[in-house]
């Protein structure tokens, strides 16, 4: 089995979700998982994209057997396979420009390449192409193991281009040619390649009638259904969110994400989708996968993630965290986040006192900074919509804050005093419990979401709670 994506662009999800089949077919049947980066568009391939492929396995925890091969390290391979099918008649030379067969078929029934240079016998020069000789009637049949057989008519092909003027050979002989010499049994790909799979088979029976070319078995080929959005509109580059590294760097749990992908096209056995990635592998089967799209609901996900999270142990938790809280002393960081902190200011102790509120309320990594830099941080940043509703244009607000000034002076500080105390403030004027945290939270925190608020301010301690709320009275000009 391999996978075989092109850098040219941030891991696409879909990518992954083939790696994964691909690495859960190995597993279970004892094969070689291989990674090959087609890397033959030269105009459009970068070094950081094709490290992203890299890296991004590595993240999943799809790690390959053998690779990463380059094709372009292949091309003698797919020059001797192009001159064998010349040679043979499967090729034949094409000196036609674009703009020529465009205005011989103008108007045509039948669009494409009209076969023009089929029957001239031209001679390869710098000038001309080199295209495979469609059979004339008959069809070919792809065994796919998801879809059954589909039959492709060849009238419905044209003569399609192979070998381009400049040399370079083209992703249809490229590919079977890699695939011939790896020896791979199994082509499991997105079914948005699969128009180009008849080609390769004609290819690839082509190449097993040539006399200087060893005849190799068809592969089996699987192709898995196209990812939908909300829309179910086939997933966007650039209106999708669609990028594997954006939620490596969001804080999405590897086996979180595995473990959803795994779920897009195909079910584990039960009603539990929770599933560990041994259960992958021991249930998953291509027979059993869907043809029809899968949604990829990134609400379904983040929930998914959360309840990973809340699965970690404390210790595991605090790990997991530590590149968003604490990325200097982490080997990788997110990119592009910084946190609000300076490492003098942050406390490790006190963030491991800390985690156990937040565990239960993240549903990724990357909200755990701003859940606890009120923690951190001397100055907190204030919502100004949350502090102006429930603070500054509140007069109960106003009130509860110097009550509780006056109250929390004294009580004993723990969270269940502070908590009986905060009940009874509230209570003398009037508030429900959840009425009279809200000021609280906010001027303590900065904003009317976050971690238990009386377990947060014993952390926090008796002065900074006291010096939050007169600073938040002093801001709403009381």
Known sequence: MRIAPSPTGFMHVG???TALFNWLFAHQRGGVFILRIEDTDAERNRDEWREGIITGLHWLGLDFDEGPFLQSELLPEHVAAAEALFANGYLYACD????QVDERTMGNDKPGYDGFCRDRNLVRTELTALRFRVPDEGVTIVHDIIRGDITFAHDSYEDFIVVRSNGVVLYPLANAVDDRSMTITH?????????????????????????????????????????VNEQRKKLSKRKDPVAVESYRDQGYLPEAFVNYLALLGWSPRGEEEIVPRATLIEQFRLEDVSHSPAFFDVKKLTHMNGEYIRALSLE??????TPWVAPWSSEWKPSDREVPWTQEQF??????RVAHLV???????????????FFFLDHVPFDDAAFD?????????????????DAYASVEWNANALHESTLQLGESIGLALRKSQAPIRCAITGTTVGPPLFESMELLGREAVLERLRGALVRAGV
Request: charge should be negative; aromatic fraction near 4%; hydrophobic fraction near 40%.
């Open 15 to 17: 990518t992954a979700r």
């Open 96 to 99: 036609c420009t674009r703009e």
């Open 187 to 227: 082509i499991i790909r997105g079914e948005d390649l699969l128009p180009t799979t008849p080609k390769q088979v004609m290819m690839w029976e082509a190449l097993n009638h040539c006399e200087e070319v060893e005849s190799v078995p068809h592969p089996h080929y699987a192709h898995l259904p196209m990812l």
């Open 316 to 321: 595991e938790f605090i790990e997991a965290a």
């Open 347 to 352: 406390d490790p102790e006190l963030f491991n």
């Open 359 to 373: 565990q239960e309320r993240v549903t990724t990594l990357g909200e755990i900074a701003a859940m606890v830099s």
């Open 389 to 405: 509703k429930t603070v500054a244009n509140d007069d109960a607000g106003t009130t509860l804050l110097k009550l509780a000034l």
